[in-house]
Structures are given as C-alpha cells and as structure tokens.
C-alpha cells in the first residue's frame, strides 16, 4: 500500500511510514479482546462498562493528547528550505483546518442528531454523521434533511459489535454489505467503530478518506495512534486521522467538567498547521453540561476566525488535489499556490 505525505523529506517519510506500519497495518484483534466482543460485550448493561471504564487506572502524561515524539522529530526534519510552507497546507492560506465528525451509537444517538446539528447550524458549523447501517433503524428524512443543508453522512462499520476486524474472514464477509450502504446512503467516508483499524484491509472499501485512525490516543481498546497531525494518502483512499480528544474519553473516562483539553490541543494544533478533526457522539452529548461545553467550544473556535472550515469529505478532496500537484512538481518547485475553493 502505498504511502504519501505532505512532507518530501526522505527520513521523515520513513520515519511516519514505519509508524502507520506498526499502528494502522497490522491490527486484528487479540485472544482477549475477542472472548470480550463476542461474550461480554453483548450482555453489558451500558452503565456497568462505563463504570468500568472509568474506574480502571489511567496512568498517562499530563500531556497525553499531544503527539509530541514522532511530531517533534518530523518537525526536525523537514525544517528545510524545500519543505512545504504552512500556506500550501490549507486553502485560503488558513492556519489549520477545523473539522466536526460525529459517530452515532444507538437508535437514542439518532434521537439526538436534529438538536446537535441545529446548534452546529447556527454557529455556521457543519458536520459528518457516520451511521452504523445494520444496527438500528436510520431515519432517511433526517439524512436528506441533514444532507440538503450541507451536512455530510458517513458510514461506521457493519453492526458495531466490535468483532469487524476479528479475523480477515470476518472483515471479508462484511465488506459488500458495507460498501451497499456506502452505495445506499451516498456516503465517501468511513469510521471503523471502536476505531479498530486496518488500513490494508480497508482497501476493498469503495470510499475516497477513511477516518479510522488518530495521532494519539491511550484510552482507545488499541491505543497508539500514528503520530501525525495531517491527512495522508493510504493506498486508494485518504486518511483523516481524528485529532481531538473524544468526548467519550474526557467526559465520561476523565470526568474533564471544561474544554481544557480540547482548547490546549487546538492551540497546538493550530501552531503546526494540522487539522482538528474532533469526533463526538449524539449519545454523550445528551446531558446539558457536555452539550454546553461542547458548543462553547465550537464559540471559542467560530471566534478565532483563522481557520478552514470543512467536512472530511473537503479535506479529503482538498488533499487529493495537493497531493496530485505535489507530485508533478519537482523539488526545487513546492511552492504551490494555494487552489481557492
Ligand atoms: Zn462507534
């Protein structure tokens, strides 16, 4: 499968292949995890595992969400006088791009979308919603809605039980049904839930950006990450590494009562011109605490004003486009000018 960066300097590419190799080639999943997904998981009152989430010990940095050791060495890396400048990164010679995607769990999690998006609406925000197509019932007035006003569905796996990447005969089963709901629901866009990933075997999908994996995460089932705060081309299709805590993780795992997190990463994020992509869920954002954070959030950003808007399917598109002119162009002539969309 073959890879391709924003950056051309040979020692960085080695160095971020060698990591998506080892965090987003090779995963299926353990013994463990297995007997969990496919006995446990299924008769779990959904309180008691996240009681057991909450209560198991988090011993992590302070900094947890910073990507800093494979970034730092990149960064070194590519501070020549040939490497892309910050204005190629993004249209408009925007700062960083800010991107909002949302899993939808359960048929509850649909209950919830209209009233998220709403909000999204009205603070000139617009969203993907990755639905699980053989879970519960989808609501196709809600996705034409949804769709005519500028939002974007995308799809999340098969049934969401846990067990897509239990052996790649399983994953080979699965594969048309899922690409007829990409068909079905007009969708480009993919999300393995549980964010399990494989990007080798996501090859078979018909998608043009997968957005399974994340530069760093160690509250995930498979924790890691691939250690970049940019998209990357992965064989057929683009990555769109998600790069903001989920609210999964800081409110329900960590009990975080603000947006600390989520505006210390963006400060980061925004100095290195990468792309916040956030990743929350209608079925945590039920109560009025999270939601308020949340969209206070989406003020605090709306409010900065130094940022490219867009749903992944954009940046997915967007980077395509970069990617192909990038490679036309020699060394000596990176300097593109930005393509105004
Ligand atoms: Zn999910």
């Known amino acids: 499968m073959e890879l391709s960066f924003l950056f051309n300097d040979p020692a960085a590419i080695q160095l971020a292949s060698e990591r998506i190799e080892a965090d987003a080639c090779q995963f299926s999943l353990s013994k463990k995890f297995r007997f969990y997904y496919r006995f446990l998981r299924p008769v779990m009152p959904i309180k008691i595992r ?42 408009d010679s925007a700062k960083y791009s800010f ?18 998006a709403d909000a999204e609406q009205a603070l000139g925000f617009r969203s993907s919603w990755n639905l699980v197509p053989y879970k519960y019932k989808i609501d196709n007035g809600l996705v034409r809605d949804l769709r005519s006003r500028g939002f974007e569905i995308g799809i999340h796996g098969y049934n969401h039980d846990g067990q897509l990447y239990s052996s790649k005969r399983v994953f080979n089963k699965r594969v048309s049904a899922i690409n007829q709901a990409i068909d079905q629901y007009n969708a480009v866009g993919f999300r393995s839930p549980m964010v399990h990933r494989n990007l080798s075997w996501l090859q078979d999908l018909k998608i043009e950006y997968d957005s399974s994996c994340f530069d760093i995460d160690p509250f995930q089932a498979a924790p890691g990450g691939v250690g970049m705060i940019w998209p990357f081309v992965a064989g057929k299709f683009i990555e769109l590494p998600y790069t903001m805590p989920q609210d999964h993780t ?62 992944p399917q954009d940046v997915s598109q967007w980077w395509r486009q970069r990617d192909q002119l990038s490679s036309i162009a020699s060394p000596q002539q990176t ?7």
């Open 50 to 91: 996240q009681w057991l989430q909450k209560s198991q010990p988090h011993e992590v940095d302070e900094q947890w969400y910073l990507p800093l050791s494979l970034m730092d060495q990149i960064l070194q890396c590519c501070n020549g006088p040939n490497s892309p400048k910050p204005s190629e990164f993004w249209p």
């Open 99 to 116: 991107v909002l995607t949302h899993d939808v769990e359960t048929a509850e999690g649909m209950q919830h979308i209209s009233r998220i």
């Open 250 to 311: 800081l409110f329900i795992k960590l009990g975080e009562q603000s947006d600390r997190i989520w505006r210390d990463k963006l400060n980061y994020l925004r100095k290195h011109q990468g792309m916040a992509m956030m990743l929350t869920h209608p079925d945590y954002l039920t109560g009025r605490r999270e939601t308020e954070i949340y969209l206070n959030f989406l003020e605090y950003v709306r409010d900065t004003g130094d940022y490219w808007h867009a749903t």
């Open 335 to 341: 300097e593109i000018d930005p393509i105004k969309t």
